[in-house]
């Protein structure tokens, strides 16, 4: 990757981010209970008074820096993801684009969207090949020192203590917890198989070689 591949790349995944955003604005106003991570999001922000958006990138700073302790691979996109998304969503919920839902049938629906946004937008953004999302590398990190144990089953016990968490500090759960539990990767795959894409075919640079490549002229 080139130094305009790298600019490119990285505005790439800013639009990607953006779009990941809105689906999960969907989800929340759904109103019909949040995903793990989302879930301790918001039960923090409402006990800090704070929005979701500063919430989230507080949430994924600390993240990042596990990461970077357990000296996993942080790209631009990593810090993308960790300062974007919550701004994202907080400037979706100012523009109030859709209203919080009142009935189980439209909250559905808007669940469903939201997570078949959020696939596409993952597309765009794991695609630029700037580094994987905080959490997803503190998935790696703890599977790694797991061996013995499936990754899926690791993922698993990091969802039940997040969403634990998440409901003994108010976080709002309920069918949408569910929903998103099981729906997000469903709605990955399709998604990423009308898209032919793969992402695990994708090579991703680490923050250093991104900034290597931009200082030097000669690329």
Partial sequence: MNRAGVVKNSVKAA???GIFSFGLYLTIMANIGLAPWDCLCMGLSMKAGLTYGNMSIIIAVII??????LKEKIGIGTIFDALLCGLYVDGFTALDIVGEQSGMISGIAVMIAGQFIMAFGQFIYMSA????????????????RLRKMPIG????????????????LGGPAGVGTVIS???????????????????????HIDIVEAFKILKDRRK
Avoid: H, W
């Fill in 15 to 17: 639009i990607g981010l």
């Fill in 64 to 69: 990042v820096v596990v990461d970077i302790a």
């Fill in 129 to 144: 090949g700037l580094g994987c999302g905080p959490r997803d590398a503190l998935l790696v990190a703890i599977g790694k």
């Fill in 153 to 168: 089953a690791v993922n698993v016990i990091i969802y039940a203590v997040v969403l634990t968490a998440g409901i003994l």
């Fill in 181 to 203: 539990v099981f729906g997000i990767g469903i709605t990955m795959q399709i998604v990423f198989g009308i898209l032919k894409f793969e992402p695990r075919n994708v090579s």
